[in-house]
């Protein structure tokens, strides 16, 4: 693989349940993020981790967790999903110290 | 409080002309700027961008030009092509208090280039 992977492309999700959307890179990069984009507003940074170990809330992280246990690695997990939560989600990563970020394909959760 | 704003929810032009994509930013701590592509089905592609320091920055036919004073920064398109129809976002960072990892996006602005 090249890149970031994200899985699964797309879910079908009933209200109250639990879900990890997964998101893995191959660059080494220091930095990850998980964004949701939704129609009219854009790109929101929901959680970041600016290397592995540690992880810090962006603009929307209500309702979401996250974890970095190695470098390549950034789940985003859904403990009791809301119909609020449909959207498209992007991981993406970055070196770190540069500002360019790099994205994931999207996984597109619809929960009912 | 929406700290990076692209007013033009879409934008239609001429294959040939060129797009002049616009946004706007509040937040003076902001030193770096960058424009993604985005078409429907996939994440979003790095574009260009462009430091403080400077006012201009060519790759291409995509230039981006900062305004520091007035907050503004546009990409212009030079020749439009019809494969240049996509949503475009503007996006910036702030090198201070250890925020420098972290992208603010604007909403973005749908380009179609027609032929």
């Known amino acids: 693989i090249a890149g970031i992977t994200q899985a699964p492309t797309s879910q079908i999700l009933a209200a109250g349940r639990r879900m990890t959307l997964r998101c893995t890179q191959d660059m080494r990069h220091n930095a990850m993020y998980w964004y949701r984009q939704d129609l009219g507003l854009g790109l929101r940074l929901i959680h970041y981790?600016?290397?592995?170990?540690?992880?810090g809330k962006g603009e929307v992280p209500d309702g979401y967790s996250v974890s970095r246990a190695n470098t390549d690695d950034f789940p985003l997990t859904l403990a009791s999903a809301v119909p609020s939560q449909t959207s498209v989600y992007f991981c993406a990563s970055s070196e770190g110290q540069g500002h360019e970020q790099f994205f994931g394909p999207g996984t597109r959760l619809t929960v009912l | 409080d929406q700290q990076v704003k692209q007013n033009s929810p879409s934008l239609s032009v001429q294959e040939g002309r060129i797009s002049i994509l616009n946004c706007d930013y509040t937040?003076?701590?902001?030193?770096?700027f960058l424009w993604y592509k985005k078409y429907p089905a996939e994440g979003p592609t790095f574009l260009i961008s462009i430091s403080s320091i400077k006012d201009k920055n060519e790759d291409g036919r995509f230039t981006v030009f900062l305004n520091k004073s007035a907050k503004h920064l546009s990409l212009h398109i030079v020749p439009s092509q019809p494969g240049d129809s996509a949503v475009y976002f503007c996006?910036?960072?702030?090198?201070?208090?250890?925020?420098?990892?972290?992208?603010?996006f604007g909403k973005g602005t749908l380009l179609t280039v027609n032929p």
């Open positions: 981790s600016n290397t592995a170990g540690t992880t």
């Open positions: 996006a910036a960072s702030s090198n201070s208090g250890g925020s420098n990892y972290k992208l603010t």
């Open positions: 937040n003076s701590m902001f030193d770096y």
